[in-house]
């Protein structure tokens, strides 16, 4: 029987106190506990969340293990604070069978940092032609329950309304990158003032917020459930909140450089800016800030998605979407949320653990700070302030947006199942 | 003046006369008939790359000549396929140039912002010159634009001359680098700009550009003194952007009952290649008052006024 004592930490941001974990397990909660032959973890000082829960993460195996594994992103990953990341399906091959998600669900039990969770393509080699699989991969050892063709939008109407249907069999969700194709087309960043000055093919708003529309309608309509990804705009926060108010299943998640940059970033042409859905203005950020704050956004979901040296060293319209994400994410929310007094720390927690495990239908994640839940917990210093510096993260790749950028948060233990992946801030 | 020439937002309203008043120097010393060699000694030893990753044999040659009179070295650098289609990264050749010894770099690229890349990546040392990039922007094309513009509207070179002068651009903006730095340097400059397009082929955001817009080109052009036809692709029609060439032309186009409205002294300018028949009529290129073939000249004179400033001013 392992017996671990977290002592004096600041629970959920809040109340001092003490955590007793036995056999992975939080078994008891409260002030002045104390357990002979404990280890006892000091966390004074620190704030104590449950662990972090990531629906958005590229983890590039199989296929590209020259800017990603299993092992390295789940790295990232726990150095985040992260016990748990859904591995988006835009691998080569495709994790659109039962056989690509279970050897990545395998990857991720070797590896040992975090539990990795795939997630399933919605069709087939995202081709958005024919449906996956889908029960396959819901009944595989990997027990996939979010699909999603992520990077391709499921932009055939009656296909999407089949996906809604189909996976309510397993209860699963379609997690929908909303872009519409044709309005896209060669798009570079956001379409707006500064696109037309800098002669970068524009991404206007409306090609996000009409698939947005077009399906909060069909899942009303099948009665479904819908997560959409990565919101980027305040159209999509208005349709989003009214989808809600109707009492719809409707979830939604922002990625944490939605949160915090803005796309005059792509001023500069640096690539290290491009992203999918680009970055947006001043007002959107606002917007996604309120959004989180008030829940009509569930979660943050970092999009990590890592790219080698020479995919951004080259010109914009040559370089590949995507920033890295995981081992900022937190600092990024304590910049944007908590700091600006958006969201306290038991808000994170909800949106950053209990929200994205309860979509992902993640059991053992997401428990909270409570006597039974699973021993998943991660340990902040939220005082200090840092200078990110790329080339001290666990990643294979570089391109964090961040460099430079002076942010707040350092995780200094995550627990995963009462076992620390990360100890001191270093990877165990 | 900056080391790069990327935007005309890198100079300021005295830079750009400046660079105006340079050409016209040049120009008149070449111009001097008792001069046996026409050719200056000015960039003697100096290195001058032609970067052209899109084909341009009207700019290339228009710089390569440039450099020769100021007695540059020129190499002419034909890449063709950027890393877009696999080929050498815009990286490689840079660092590739660098090893060579470049002093400037003067560089054609299809993807807005390459140039930009260039001069800030640290590959390379030399210096940057914009020869057009993407849709972003063309700053030299403007120099020569503004420049031909100044001899013939009010009194030559002097400063000031374009003053409250008014140009029309016309055609398709949101795909033209040339409307853009024309924009920024004619505004610079005191003239007014009208963009003259269907709104198909006007960027989002273009309110707030320091010019007028307009969709009516017959409410537009009595009160030129300048118009500056751009070209139009045929292949535009095919993304919905106009529904046939002949209605573009019909609506959009410089035709002879158009010609007739303009005042007697306005310009009729095409920075090329011309697609006749369809933005402009043979009768309006081909019109005396059509400055066309005068901007190929003038083109070489500024940009022989641009390498010369960012070269010879540092030593």
Same mark, same amino acid.
């Given at each position: 029987?392992?017996?671990?004592?977290?002592?004096?930490?600041?629970?959920?941001?809040?109340?001092?106190?003490?955590?007793?974990?036995?056999?992975?397990?939080?078994?008891?909660?409260?002030?002045?506990?104390?357990?002979?032959?404990?280890?006892?973890?000091?966390?004074?000082?620190?704030?104590?969340? @449950?662990?972090?829960?990531?629906?958005?993460?590229?983890?590039?195996?199989?296929?590209?293990?020259?800017?990603?594994?299993?092992?390295?992103?789940?790295?990232?990953?726990?150095?985040?604070?992260?016990?748990?990341?859904?591995?988006?399906?835009?691998?080569?091959?495709?994790?659109?069978?039962?056989?690509?998600?279970?050897?990545?669900?395998?990857?991720?039990?070797?590896?040992?940092?975090?539990?990795?969770?795939?997630?399933?393509?919605?069709?087939?080699?995202?081709?958005?032609?024919?449906?996956?699989?889908?029960?396959?991969?819901?009944?595989?050892?990997?027990?996939?329950?979010?699909?999603?063709?992520?990077?391709?939008?499921?932009?055939?109407?009656?296909?999407?309304?089949?996906?809604?249907?189909?996976?309510?069999?397993?209860?699963?969700?379609?997690?929908?990158?909303?872009?519409?194709?044709?309005?896209?087309?060669?798009?570079?960043?956001?379409?707006?003032?500064?696109?037309?000055?800098?002669?970068?093919?524009?991404?206007?708003?409306?090609?996000?917020?009409?698939?947005?529309?077009?399906?909060?309608?069909?899942?009303?309509?099948?009665?479904?459930?819908?997560?959409?990804?990565?919101?980027?705009?305040?159209?999509?926060?208005?349709?989003?909140?009214?989808?809600?108010?109707?009492?719809?299943?409707?979830?939604?998640?922002?990625?944490?450089?939605? *949160?915090?940059?803005?796309?005059?970033?792509?001023?500069?042409? =640096?690539?290290?800016?491009?992203?999918?859905?680009?970055?947006?203005?001043?007002?959107?950020?606002?917007?996604?800030?309120?959004?989180?704050?008030?829940?009509?956004?569930?979660?943050?979901?970092?999009?990590?998605?890592?790219? @080698?040296?020479?995919?951004?060293?080259?010109?914009?319209?040559?370089?590949?979407?995507?920033?890295?994400?995981?081992?900022?994410?937190?600092?990024?929310?304590?910049?944007?949320?908590?700091?600006?007094?958006?969201? =306290?720390?038991?808000?994170?927690?909800?949106?950053?653990?209990?929200?994205?495990?309860?979509?992902?239908?993640?059991?053992?994640?997401?428990?909270?700070?409570?006597?039974?839940?699973?021993?998943?917990?991660?340990?902040?210093? @939220?005082?200090?302030? %840092?200078?990110?510096?790329?080339?001290?993260?666990?990643?294979?790749?570089?391109?964090?947006? &961040?460099?430079?950028?002076?942010?707040?948060?350092?995780?200094?233990?995550?627990?995963?199942?009462?076992?620390?992946?990360?100890?001191?801030?270093?990877?165990? | 003046?900056?080391?790069?020439?990327?935007?005309?937002?890198?100079?300021?309203?005295?830079?750009?006369?400046?660079?105006?008043?340079?050409? %016209?120097?040049?120009?008149?010393?070449?111009?001097?008939?008792?001069?046996?060699?026409?050719?200056?000694?000015?960039?003697?030893?100096?290195?001058?790359?032609? *970067?052209?990753?899109?084909?341009?044999?009207?700019?290339?040659?228009?710089?390569?000549?440039?450099?020769?009179?100021?007695?540059?070295?020129?190499?002419?650098?034909?890449?063709?396929?950027?890393?877009?289609?696999?080929?050498?990264?815009?990286?490689?050749?840079?660092?590739?140039?660098?090893?060579?010894?470049?002093?400037?770099?003067?560089?054609?690229?299809?993807?807005?912002?390459?140039?930009?890349?260039?001069? &800030?990546?640290?590959?390379?040392?030399?210096?940057?010159?914009?020869?057009?990039?993407?849709?972003?922007?063309?700053?030299?094309?403007?120099?020569?634009?503004?420049?031909?513009?100044?001899?013939?509207?009010?009194?030559?070179?002097?400063?000031?001359?374009?003053?409250?002068?008014?140009?029309?651009?016309?055609?398709?903006?949101?795909?033209?680098?040339?409307?853009?730095?024309?924009?920024?340097?004619?505004?610079?400059?005191?003239?007014?700009?009208?963009?003259?397009?269907?709104?198909?082929?006007?960027?989002?955001?273009?309110?707030?550009?320091?010019?007028?817009?307009?969709?009516?080109?017959?409410?537009?052009?009595?009160?030129?003194?300048?118009?500056?036809?751009?070209?139009?692709?045929?292949?535009?029609?095919?993304?919905?952007?106009?529904?046939?060439?002949?209605? &573009?032309?019909?609506?959009?186009?410089?035709?002879?009952?158009?010609?007739?409205?303009?005042?007697?002294?306005?310009?009729?300018?095409?920075?090329?290649?011309?697609?006749?028949?369809?933005?402009?009529?043979?009768?309006?290129?081909?019109?005396?008052?059509?400055?066309?073939?005068?901007?190929?000249?003038?083109?070489?004179?500024?940009?022989?006024?641009?390498?010369?400033?960012?070269?010879?001013?540092?030593?």
């Amino acid at each position: 029987m392992s017996t671990t004592l977290v002592r004096g930490a600041r629970l959920l941001g809040d109340r001092q106190g003490d955590l007793l974990i036995r056999d992975g397990l939080i078994v008891e909660v409260g002030p002045g506990l104390s357990e002979v032959g404990a280890e006892v973890i000091d966390a004074t000082g620190l704030v104590a969340l @449950p662990g972090l829960v990531d629906l958005h993460t590229h983890l590039r195996e199989p296929g590209r293990e020259d800017a990603e594994t299993v092992a390295s992103g789940t790295a990232a990953a726990a150095l985040g604070g992260f016990t748990a990341v859904h591995a988006m399906a835009n691998t080569d091959p495709v994790a659109d069978t039962a056989g690509v998600v279970e050897q990545v669900w395998r990857l991720g039990q070797a590896a040992g940092h975090c539990q990795v969770r795939p997630v399933g393509a919605v069709t087939v080699g995202l081709a958005g032609e024919r449906l996956a699989e889908l029960g396959a991969m819901a009944s595989s050892a990997a027990g996939v329950r979010v699909f999603s063709d992520d990077g391709h939008c499921v932009s055939d109407a009656v296909l999407m309304r089949r996906a809604l249907e189909y996976v309510k069999a397993f209860g699963g969700v379609i997690a929908q990158h909303a872009q519409e194709p044709r309005l896209t087309e060669g798009a570079q960043m956001n379409e707006g003032e500064l696109s037309g000055v800098l002669g970068l093919r524009g991404w206007p708003a409306v090609a996000e917020e009409a698939i947005i529309a077009r399906d909060v309608l069909l899942a009303a309509h099948v009665g479904s459930r819908l997560h959409i990804c990565h919101v980027s705009t305040a159209g999509s926060v208005e349709i989003i909140r009214w989808a809600k108010s109707k009492g719809w299943d409707v979830t939604a998640e922002v990625s944490p450089h939605h *949160l915090l940059l803005t796309d005059e970033l792509a001023a500069s042409y =640096d690539p290290v800016f491009k992203v999918n859905p680009p970055l947006r203005g001043k007002a959107d950020v606002a917007a996604l800030r309120e959004a989180l704050a008030d829940g009509t956004i569930d979660a943050v979901a970092t999009d990590h998605a890592p790219h @080698p040296v020479e995919d951004k060293d080259c010109e914009w319209d040559a370089a590949a979407f995507g920033m890295l994400g995981l081992q900022t994410a937190l600092s990024v929310v304590q910049e944007a949320m908590v700091e600006t007094g958006l969201l =306290d720390w038991a808000g994170v927690a909800d949106r950053m653990s209990t929200r994205p495990a309860r979509i992902g239908a993640l059991a053992g994640q997401g428990e909270g700070l409570v006597p039974g839940a699973a021993a998943n917990l991660v340990l902040v210093d @939220p005082s200090v302030r %840092a200078r990110v510096d790329p080339d001290t993260m666990a990643s294979l790749s570089r391109n964090t947006p &961040y460099a430079g950028m002076v942010l707040p948060g350092r995780v200094v233990t995550t627990l995963l199942h009462g076992r620390a992946t990360v100890r001191d801030g270093v990877l165990q | 003046m900056n080391r790069h020439l990327l935007s005309i937002d890198d100079l300021s309203r005295d830079e750009a006369t400046h660079v105006l008043d340079t050409a %016209a120097e040049l120009a008149h010393l070449l111009d001097d008939t008792d001069r046996a060699v026409r050719k200056l000694p000015t960039l003697r030893g100096r290195t001058v790359v032609n *970067l052209f990753f899109e084909d341009s044999t009207r700019t290339r040659i228009s710089f390569e000549a440039a450099a020769k009179r100021l007695s540059a070295d020129v190499i002419n650098f034909s890449a063709k396929g950027s890393s877009v289609s696999k080929g050498e990264s815009l990286k490689d050749t840079a660092l590739t140039l660098e090893a060579m010894g470049a002093d400037a770099v003067v560089v054609r690229h299809p993807a807005s912002g390459a140039p930009h890349r260039l001069a &800030y990546s640290g590959w390379t040392r030399s210096s940057v010159v914009n020869a057009g990039d993407g849709t972003h922007e063309h700053p030299t094309q403007a120099l020569l634009d503004a420049f031909t513009m100044r001899r013939h509207l009010g009194p030559p070179d002097r400063p000031g001359a374009l003053d409250g002068r008014r140009v029309a651009i016309v055609g398709d903006i949101l795909h033209s680098r040339v409307a853009r730095s024309n924009v920024l340097l004619l505004d610079k400059l005191g003239a007014a700009v009208t963009l003259v397009a269907p709104p198909t082929l006007l960027p989002v955001g273009v309110g707030s550009w320091p010019c007028q817009t307009s969709y009516d080109l017959d409410a537009v052009l009595p009160a030129c003194d300048v118009v500056m036809m751009l070209r139009v692709q045929r292949e535009r029609m095919n993304a919905a952007y106009f529904p046939s060439a002949r209605e &573009y032309s019909r609506r959009y186009g410089l035709d002879a009952p158009r010609l007739g409205m303009l005042a007697e002294h306005a310009l009729v300018m095409h920075p090329g290649p011309m697609n006749r028949g369809l933005e402009i009529s043979a009768v309006a290129a081909d019109s005396p008052r059509s400055t066309i073939v005068e901007q190929v000249a003038n083109g070489v004179s500024v940009r022989m006024a641009v390498l010369y400033l960012l070269l010879g001013g540092a030593q």
